[in-house]
Nanobody
Framework: QVQLVESGGGLVQAGGSLRLSCAASGRTLSGYAMGWFRQAPGKEREFVAAIRWSGAMTYYEDSVKGRFTCSRDNARTTVYLLMNNLKSEDTARYYC??????????????????WGQGTQVTVSS
């Protein structure tokens, strides 16, 4: 009962910025958190960031700390991922996911119940 639609991906120069959005509908008001994952060709899908709907507490993968910022709107319908100082290694397809209940590990894919189709982010040098 959760539908997620990502947007905002595109091509950007290294050092530039990009903001991804994820529009959520369904059980967001009763959900626990929203997460961002990314997957590059030949690599496993990895955790990027997450935010709790209540209190907006955020979590980040070490490689993006200080560069990426995850946030949400007050209506709890949209989450954002502001990506600053982008690097070539950030190139991947970025997915939004919803966790309906408190997970043991917020950084694992198994903790999320619904996923969007993803949006491509390509960073050029």
């Amino acid at each position: 009962q959760v539908q997620l639609v990502e947007s905002g991906g595109g091509l950007v120069q290294a050092g530039g910025s990009l903001r991804l959005s994820c529009a959520a509908s369904g059980r967001t008001l009763s959900g626990y958190a929203m997460g961002w994952f990314r997957q590059a060709p030949g690599k496993e899908r990895e955790f990027v960031a997450a935010i709790r709907w209540s209190g907006a507490m955020t979590y980040y993968e070490d490689s993006v700390k200080g560069r990426f910022t995850c946030s949400r709107d007050n209506a709890r319908t949209t989450v954002y991922l502001l990506m600053n100082n982008l690097k070539s290694e950030d190139t991947a397809r970025y997915y939004c996911a919803a966790a309906l209940s408190p997970p043991r590990l917020i950084s694992t894919m198994a903790s999320y119940d619904s996923w969007g189709q993803g949006t491509q982010v390509t960073v050029s040098s």
